[in-house]
Nanobody, 115 residues
Framework: EVQVVESGGGLVHTGGSLRLSCAASGFTFSSSDMSWGRQAPGKGLERVSGIRKDGTTYYADSVKGRFTISRDNAKNTVYLQMNNLKSEDTAVYYC?????????WGQGTQVTVSS
């Protein structure tokens, strides 16, 4: 069964840091492009970062310079290091496996940034 499971969310103060993890199973992780997205209350899903199978990364302008995506193919895990968090980063964060341009999202983990 193809599965991605996010963890590492929580409550953090403005300016703080969190590292999200996404454990993948049921598919060849090292050959897969992976993404992180988020959905804030009352808003649509925003793709914030991605990492291709060759290690190429991309970021939304809203997180560039603050978030870092990485992957560990030996552990079938993708990470999202989030620094200098802002209140507008509050959202449910989702991990996805990208297949032919379609994202297959996990269940998500809540990140709340409070002042």
């Amino acid at each position: 069964e193809v599965q991605v499971v996010e963890s590492g969310g929580g409550l953090v103060h403005t300016g703080g840091s969190l590292r999200l993890s996404c454990a993948a199973s049921g598919f060849t992780f090292s050959s897969s492009d992976m993404s992180w997205g988020r959905q804030a209350p009352g808003k649509g899903l925003e793709r914030v970062s991605g990492i291709r199978k060759d290690g190429t990364t991309y970021y939304a302008d809203s997180v560039k310079g603050r978030f870092t995506i990485s992957r560990d193919n030996a552990k079938n895990t993708v990470y999202l290091q989030m620094n200098n968090l802002k209140s507008e980063d509050t959202a449910v964060y989702y991990c996805a496996r990208e297949v032919l341009g379609t994202a297959h999202w996990g269940q998500g983990t809540q990140v709340t940034v409070s002042s």
